[in-house]
Nanobody, 124 residues
Framework: QVQLVESGGGLVQAGGSLRLSCAASGRTSDRYSMGWFRQAPGKEREFVATINWSGSVTNYAHFLKGRFTISRDNANNTVHLQMNTLKPEDTAVYYC?????????????????WGPGTQVTVSS
């Protein structure tokens, strides 16, 4: 079992930045790829980014256009999502998730563990 807890969400103006973190505890000795997803009000949860165990491979949702960067610090069992040039449409609850696949990818079903989420609100 792995427990995930997100932090770093909050209220920011359009054009600003936030850095989300996801702390893992429990069975962290296993090699998980990690992903970030988000769910806006009234919408389905959608894929944002994923990273493999070593951090050498990343993949992003096409709509991000280079604004977000996923990274990980395995020594501290933490995954980050740096979000720049934020837009009001980025407002959502952001979730991190862990997958036993080499790279979790965009499908939610590939992920075994989920955090409770952190709210990000971008004002115009």
């Amino acid at each position: 079992q792995v427990q995930l807890v997100e932090s770093g969400g909050g209220l920011v103006q359009a054009g600003g930045s936030l850095r989300l973190s996801c702390a893992a505890s429990g069975r962290t000795s296993d090699r998980y790829s990690m992903g970030w997803f988000r769910q806006a009000p009234g919408k389905e949860r959608e894929f944002v980014a994923t990273i493999n165990w070593s951090g050498s491979v990343t993949n992003y949702a096409h709509f991000l256009k280079g604004r977000f960067t996923i990274s990980r610090d395995n020594a501290n069992n933490t995954v980050h999502l740096q979000m720049n040039t934020l837009k009001p449409e980025d407002t959502a609850v952001y979730y991190c998730a862990a997958s036993t696949w080499l790279l979790g990818g965009w499908q939610e079903t590939a992920y075994d563990y989920w955090g409770p989420g952190t709210q990000v609100t971008v004002s115009s």
